[in-house]
């Protein structure tokens, strides 16, 4: 593994676990009779986790308690995608670091431009 790839490898593990989803504070009565919180208005303050499965959006029930350990998780997937979006330019450096001579848009332009004038002639 190169020095850069080695380099996003191990922020990665810091930022594990990670998820991908999204956290929302819902508010819901109860089934309890003469509730007096739902009586009120006021009504109870539920997180669901929405996740998206094959395509398929799912809502699950957070327990109160796993709350702060799940918005962690949702931090370190945006760090982890933020690492994966490096990931492109370090592999592209590294393919040109050990190929200098193929690469490079003025490589691309100076090939094109040489086929033009070829047919032309
Ligand atoms: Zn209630």
């Given at each position: 593994?190169?020095?850069?790839q080695?380099r996003l490898w191990?922020q ?71 690492l ?38």
């Open positions: 593994m190169s020095s850069s080695q191990n990665l593990q810091g930022y594990w676990p990670a998820l991908k989803g999204s956290l929302a504070l819902v508010h819901k009565p109860c089934i309890r009779p003469n509730c007096p919180t739902c009586a009120s208005g006021k009504k109870h303050p539920n997180y669901l986790l929405a996740v998206t499965d094959k395509g398929r959006r799912r809502c699950l029930y957070v327990p109160g308690p796993m709350v702060p350990a799940l918005k962690r998780a949702l931090k370190n997937g945006r760090r982890i995608e933020q994966l979006y490096q990931m492109g330019p370090a592999l592209l450096e590294e393919y040109r670091a050990q190929s200098p001579a193929q690469t490079g848009p003025a490589a691309v332009f100076r090939k094109s431009s040489a086929q033009k004038r070829s047919t032309k002639s």
